[in-house]
């Protein structure tokens, strides 16, 4: 089988930016104001010269109920956004360093891998 | 740094169904019909029962001169899909099987690798 190209963009990021109706069971990202933070993510990351990294929006990504919601590829680190801070947070430690903002990221059981 | 959990969906995949206005000069993913192929995967894919595959819709995903395109992760391995063969055939060879299908995946230079 032909061998994978190397990744396209360093970082590949999306953005669940579904919306439900109001009052839905499940709420849902874009409810949660995730079209603003996408925003926020996409010009600050600008602003800042970050290389090699995509930020998309995406459809419902099916962690609504943890949402605002977003995931990093390659690596597949998932995090729950709620302010402009913690979008800060993950320009500069994982976009932009590498590493991992353990209090906004989600375990494979849809909770908090860390509640610090 | 904390660990990374492990992989919430096997394989998640982003189909391109950005529409630009007729007649730009990059075209469109949409334009291309990406949207009836995300359904004709969507569907396909929950009738064969292929588990831990999650597919999307995405926004523009940069490479709209070859459209439509998808990009399948953590592999970020990227198609240009034209027909409902094409979607089959990725499907059951990468999806389900974990091949690849060279005829269509992208190259690093927005061209295709294998032209057979």
Redesign the interface.
């Known amino acids: 089988?032909?061998q994978?190209?190397?990744?396209?963009?360093r970082l590949?990021v999306?953005v669940c930016t579904n919306r439900r109706p109001d009052g839905h069971r499940r709420g849902s990202c874009a409810a949660g104001g995730s079209e603003r933070l996408r925003d926020y993510l996409k010009s600050r990351a600008r602003e800042l010269g970050v290389e090699g990294v995509?930020i998309?929006?995406?459809?419902?990504?099916?962690?609504c109920e943890l949402g605002p919601v977003m995931?990093v590829?390659?690596?597949?680190?998932?995090y729950a956004v709620h302010t402009p801070a913690d979008i800060d947070e993950i320009l500069e430690t994982h976009l932009v360093k590498g590493?991992?903002v353990?209090r906004l990221?989600?375990?494979?059981g849809d909770q908090p891998?860390?509640t610090a």
Chains 1, 2 share one sequence.
Not at 73 to 78: K, L
């Open positions: 089988m032909p994978d190209p190397p990744l396209y963009f590949h999306f995509r998309n929006s995406a459809g419902c990504l099916d962690r995931v590829y390659p690596e597949g680190v998932w590493g991992r353990g990221m989600l375990g494979p891998v860390l």
